[in-house]
């Protein structure tokens, strides 16, 4: 039997990368899932693929940074199957993350908010009754490395990552005594279908990164999936609250001495590896 058979889930930006290798493997694990994106192609498509391999999914064009789009995302995912016991928040709006406070207009601030981080809310204002009904729930929002540590420029994406994690901590709290955990997984460098060509143009700026990491190699969409699916499962019934890294131990290196290595990296291979 399927750890997640029966459960139905909704994955936001569940097309592409990360929320599309989620949306996969949580109907391998036999939760009927529900794609909400906002890129009505490729969902299709990927729901295609799950269902060519025996799962059970369907998509929904939603703008997760409406309140509308939210609730009627929770709607569909009910009319279609009843339940609702998995929520994952992964979407982000691909434009408007760089730039510091002179540089990011309100208009882009107040979207990735709104994307980002209110969508979080709003799933929860309308899922968590419904994970009332059947005894419990899990939700899982995803946050970054960018959420512990800060770059500059990235002034919208690093407010809202630190802020996905207390939001986390709060339902938590406010909702673990009616059996719903809720937890974050904060990736490292994941190449997706949206940077595969950027890095297929610059090879070796790819092993700099690659370089950078203890694990030698920088992650897939599927490493975040699996993290996901186990915080998920029965498995990771005692865990709650909590902010998961999942960055092959990138955070977890003494700045100075990775910036040593880095630097004989450099003087070794010369400007190729500048990975722009």
Not at 218 to 230: E, R, S
Request: negative net charge; charged residues 20%.
């Amino acid at each position: 039997m399927p750890r997640l058979a029966g459960q139905v889930a909704i994955v936001t930006g569940g097309a592409l990368g990360i929320g599309g290798a989620t949306a996969r493997r949580l109907a391998e694990d036999g939760a009927y899932v529900l794609i909400a994106d906002m890129e009505q192609q490729a969902a299709a498509t990927n729901v295609q693929t799950i269902r060519d391999a025996g799962g059970t999914a369907d998509w929904l064009r939603v703008d997760v940074g409406t309140l509308d789009g939210v609730r009627d995302m929770v709607a569909r995912a009910m009319d279609l199957w009843g339940r609702l016991d998995i929520v994952v928040n992964n979407a982000y709006p691909v434009d408007g993350m760089h730039g510091d406070a002179v540089e990011v207009s309100e208009e882009d601030w107040d979207r990735a908010m709104d994307i980002g981080l209110k969508s979080m809310f709003r799933a929860a204002k309308y899922a968590v009754p419904h994970m009332r009904q059947v005894g419990g729930g899990k939700m899982i929002n995803i946050s970054s490395v960018h959420g512990l540590l800060v770059a500059p420029g990235w002034l919208t994406y690093e407010t809202v990552k630190s802020a996905v994690i207390g939001l986390t901590r709060q339902l938590a709290a406010e909702y673990g005594p009616d059996g719903i955990r809720v937890n974050a997984v904060c990736p490292g460098h994941i190449v997706t279908e949206r940077n595969q060509r950027q890095w297929a143009a610059h090879p070796d700026g790819l092993r700099f990164f690659e370089e950078q990491y203890p694990l030698r190699r920088v992650g897939k969409p599927l490493d975040i999936a699996n993290a996901v699916a186990f915080l998920c499962s029965d498995e990771a019934s005692f865990i709650t609250g909590q902010a998961l890294v999942v960055d092959g131990g990138h955070t977890l290196q003494l700045q100075e001495n990775l910036a040593v290595r880095l630097a004989r990296y450099a003087q070794e291979h010369g400007d190729t590896w500048l990975p722009y």
